[in-house]
Every structure is written in C-alpha cells, then in structure tokens.
C-alpha cells in the first residue's frame, strides 16, 4: 500500500512540475508581451507627440497666412483704388487738355503713365507675394 501511495505521490510530483513549468512559461511569456506592449506604447506616445508638435506649428502657419491674406487683400484692393484713380484723372483731363499746348499734354501723359506703372508694380508684387505664400504653404 505504501508503494502505491508514494507511486500516486510521486505522479502528482510530476504532474504539479509541468504545471509550475508551464506557468513559468506563461508567465514569462506575458513579461515579453507585456514589453513590446510598453514599447509600442512609448513609440505611440512618441508619435503623438510629434504630430501634436507640427499641428500647432501648422495652425500658426496658418494663422499667419491669414494675416497675410489679407495684408495682401488690402495692398490689391489700394492698388485697384489707386489704378481707378489714375484712370478717373485721364479721362478728366484729355478733354480740357485740346485747348492746352502740346508740352503740357505730354506732361499729363507722362504722369499718368508714371501713375499707371506704380499701380501694375504693386498689383505685381501683390501677385508675385501671394504666388510665393501659396507655394511656401504647398510646400
């Protein structure tokens, strides 16, 4: 009888080794999936991070091409003013201008020109300013 109980003790011996075996397995790997899960954590929170980081770095970007926007809505719009302007005096004086001397209309006509070429450099640099911007934020 002592036989069979130590041969029963003795199975349960075993039987309790694979178990504590196979937990020592479970359990270690659960310490390796329970690293890459910190790692993947720590890349994740890295990564938000960053993008948190250019986000606000865009929205100011943008914040800043709004004001330029509409610096440069406003330089067209003096431009547009200033172009209306110019065409406004050349068409007031060309018919008062018959009765003065040739000098005189060469005069006028050289500074409406003048006038006129201030007025298309501005709405180019407005243009070229603005085509620059886009391309930049494009960028």
């Known amino acids: 009888m002592s036989e069979r109980r130590a041969n029963a003790l003795h199975g349960e011996l075993e039987e309790s080794r694979t178990l504590l075996e196979q937990a020592d397995r479970g359990r270690r790997q659960a310490e390796a999936e329970l690293g890459d899960v910190q790692q993947q954590l720590t890349e994740v929170s890295s990564n938000y991070n960053s993008v ?17 926007l509409d610096e440069m809505l406003n330089e067209a719009r003096t431009s ?16 008062s201008s018959r009765s003065r001397p040739r000098k005189s209309m060469e005069l006028t006509v050289k500074d409406l020109q003048i006038r006129l070429d201030e007025a ?15 391309l930049n934020s494009c960028r």
């Open 52 to 68: 948190s980081a250019l986000r606000r770095k865009l929205e100011e970007e943008v914040g800043s091409l709004h004001v330029d």
């Open 80 to 95: 547009e003013e200033k172009a209306k302007k110019a065409m406004i005096d050349a068409a007031r004086r060309t018919p």
């Open 120 to 134: 298309e450099a501005n709405a180019i640099k407005v243009s070229s300013r603005t085509q620059r911007i886009m």
